[in-house]
């Protein structure tokens, strides 16, 4: 089965003149994970906002399946309700509890039966260990436990696609274990993701394929042993450096 | 005990008068704060708009009232209004106009300053979860604003209670006139009462705005 979810063809996105991606290419196949490592400011969040249509861009053309994603365009409520986006600041809704904050968008936009949702939505908060949140507010709970919500509540729009962008990036550090076991038990399910982040041995462990993004190019990409232990270019060797270190 | 002079108050109708004082002060605020909300959060969404010509009026309108001592402002309606249309407007319906016009003016700015304290990660993640402009708007953003809006609206009531003992300058009879008329009659037979009615009139001030402010506070705490 090897049918594209995400393609994305010679996008080039600019702010004010300034271009910050540039002759992106990049396809996604049903089941793969795929992780974009770069440093800071070398566009992975811009990459994820563009394809979200958070962005609009200056060309290039950037489908999911056989729809085009455009900011603007008619049908892009219904392709978003297909691609789940997983921020790096909880963006939960602070007045919702977490079970309404989950149940919104596939009551409201879906249409589907608040009942049959709701028992969803209760077996996999069980699922990330939060069953006896689902009353609780976004305020009463820590910033691990808001990131798991945020993917309970992203997985129930049953979406074709996952988006994280460094989810774990905000969170205190006895946290981010909890949050990137709920991502690689997803990527053992075989769902199709896109991973920004900066922690390389769960990418080393999630990615089926890394990709390096600097200065808004695509650099270089490969399986996780090719990229992460075997670098070709010098870039990426000395991105890679900044998280080693040796006595 | 010292003489406050209180036996005044038990002298014929004295406290319910003073009690209808205080409610022609309450309902000139009730209904300029009805008044003012509509009209505040129409023009606070209009001050987050794109145009900057209907901002820059809007701002110096804000400006202006809040300059402007109420006082002023009162006089203006009071006096102006006939001269400048030929209509002379009772106190009551003068304070009305003032204080609808300051209450829209501040109301404008806290409507304002809820919006703005949205972050965009709200409309962001809405839109992101594929609910349309509208649904954002319904589910997600007003009900935020909402919440931060009404605690600071019910302290806006008891602001514009307070201000309303200017009102007696415009020859309204409420509370503090009422208070004034009390004193003058009793001059002789209790000289000392003014302590004593003010004392009153402090703790009838009091008992109309602290339940007010709590239920504020409260709000605050609630949806914080
Ligand atoms: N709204 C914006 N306006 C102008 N420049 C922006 C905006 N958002 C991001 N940028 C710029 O785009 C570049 C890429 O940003 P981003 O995609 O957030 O990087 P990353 O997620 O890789 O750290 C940065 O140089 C940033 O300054
Ligand atoms: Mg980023």
Known sequence: MEENILTVEHLRKEYEGNVILDDVNLSVKRGEVVVIIGPSGCGKSTLLRCINALENIQSGTIRLQDEVIEAGAKNLAKIREKIGMVFQNYELFPHLTVIENILLAPVKVQKREKKEVREEAVKLLERVGLKDKAESYPRQLSGGQKQRVAIVRALCMNPEILLFDEVTAALDPEMVREVLDVMLELARQKRTMVIVTHEMQFAQAVADRVLFIDEGKIMEQGTPEELLQHPKTERTKQFLNIFHYEK | ?224
């Open chain 2, 1 to 224: 005990m010292p003489d406050l002079g209180l036996e005044v108050l038990l002298k014929g109708s004295n406290i319910m008068r003073l009690l209808a004082g205080l409610w022609v002060a309450l309902r000139i605020s009730l209904i300029s704060v009805a008044g003012s909300i509509p009209i505040g959060i129409i023009l606070g969404t209009l001050m987050t708009g794109r145009n900057i010509v209907l901002k820059a009026i809007l701002k110096i309108y804000l400006e202006f009232i809040r300059i402007m001592p109420q006082l002023v402002l009162l006089f203006i309606v009071f006096f102006g209004s006939t001269r400048m249309f030929g209509w002379q407007p009772t106190g009551e319906v003068s304070a009305v106009i003032v204080f609808t016009l300051w209450g829209a003016a501040e109301m404008s700015d806290l409507v304002r300053g809820a919006l703005i304290s949205i972050p965009l990660h709200q409309y962001e993640s809405s839109e992101a979860l594929g609910l349309s402009k509208t649904q954002t708007y319904w589910y997600i953003i007003i009900p935020q604003t909402l919440r931060r809006l009404i605690p600071l609206s019910i302290n806006l009531i008891t602001r514009m209670i307070k201000t309303t003992s200017l009102i007696l300058m415009i020859g309204v009879v409420e509370i503090m006139k009422v208070a004034q008329q009390i004193i003058e009659a009793n001059r002789r037979s209790s000289p000392t009462a003014a302590f004593g009615v003010y004392l009153v009139v402090f703790l009838l001030y009091f008992l109309a705005c602290w339940p007010i402010s709590l239920l504020a506070k409260y709000l605050e705490r609630k949806w914080r």
